[in-house]
């Protein structure tokens, strides 16, 4: 299937619709890449899906391995399939994803995870009963990496007074005040959030490659109520050949910290004290990378420049990454 082409931001920015508009609630957004072995599974967990009106969108990364056969198999009539011509890579097929969407609320699902019975049903119900724009839920792992499910396997227990209903601007300082080390909310397979507030926010970084999705969670949480539903409704597949796994070998992560903090210290819609306290976090964070980018890892002389020249370049490309309406504060 062919679409239009994105604009140059990777976003098209609409208002919200309505099933009412016979629209879908929720878009169940799958981004593919090379994921014939696991995709079956993942679109078999998203159709086994009741008690909400959802669409599912496949956005295939110019995969080599048949995914895209297999899904142009599975999918409903009112299903879509899009094939991108060339790579876009991770961040920007996700983007494409939220770009082609209809639903109100956005529910990724990665082709190598898969959903629980009655997860959209839930994040539905308390996204609409709180008018909340983002929500979220525990997973269970699957892996046999047990030190991954020590590190990482309960990541919402971070967050100190976590209820049903939350002051996303609350939760966010409470990260913010521990310098961003890690994702205490989750993967995409546990959020759904309000198309609209993503659009807003300016969708998924292309240059932050380990904590992309917590810097939209980020984002997402300094503009809305965060709900939270205690039971686990999806199910993470954590492997030694996963793109959080590649990253981490290759070092292709060392600005993230940095640049999740530089979000926070930019965004207008972010509180005085997390834009503060983000602030307090930057200079540290850019001595810690500056003196590993000179010592250690490869390219180190790139890399000595590149965080030498931070301080100013940093802050105008966050300000770049946000919503017009952000970037224009």
């Not at 998203?46 to 969108?57: N, P, S």
Request: glycine residues 8%; aromatic residues 6%; contains cysteine.
């Amino acid at each position: 299937m062919v679409v239009s082409q994105l604009t140059p931001r990777g976003i098209v920015s609409t208002a919200d619709r309505d099933s009412s508009a016979g629209i879908p609630r929720v878009s169940v957004c799958v981004p593919t890449y090379n994921s014939a072995t696991t995709v079956a599974r993942c679109l078999g967990s998203a159709l086994a899906q009741d008690g909400v009106d959802f669409e599912i969108l496949v956005v295939d990364d110019s995969s080599a391995d048949g995914c895209a056969d297999i899904v142009n198999g599975l999918l409903r009539p009112r299903d879509r399939l899009v094939i991108n011509d060339s790579r876009l890579g991770l961040a920007g097929n996700h983007n494409r994803c939220l770009a082609l969407a209809r639903g109100t609320y956005i529910q990724f699902v990665h082709a190598d995870d898969w959903l629980l019975p009655g997860a959209l049903k839930s994040l539905v119900a308390e996204l609409d009963g709180a008018r909340a724009g983002m929500a979220f839920a525990p997973r269970k792992v699957v892996t046999e990496d047990v030190d991954f499910v020590r590190r990482y396997g309960t990541l919402h227990a971070n967050l100190k007074g976590l209820t049903t209903r939350n002051d996303g601007r609350a939760l966010v300082l409470q990260m913010v005040a521990r310098g961003l080390h890690h994702n205490w909310i989750g993967e995409p397979t546990c959020v759904m959030f309000r198309r609209q507030i993503a659009l807003d926010a300016g969708g998924f970084r292309d240059d932050i490659y380990q904590l992309l999705d917590l810097d939209l969670w980020l984002r997402l949480m300094v503009r809305t109520t965060v709900c939270f539903v205690p039971g686990e409704l999806s199910v993470r597949s954590h492997t030694a050949a996963s793109e959080s796994v590649r990253n981490k070998a290759t070092g292709r992560d060392w600005l993230d910290q940095l640049r999740l903090l530089t979000s926070m210290v930019v965004d207008r819609e972010a509180s005085p004290l997390i834009r503060a306290v983000s602030l307090l976090w930057w200079l540290p964070i850019w001595l810690r990378v500056t003196v590993e980018g000179a010592v250690l890892g490869p390219q180190r002389v790139a890399r000595l420049k590149t965080a030498l020249a931070a301080p100013f370049t940093e802050f105008g490309r966050a300000r770049g990454m946000l919503g017009p309406a952000d970037a224009r504060g």
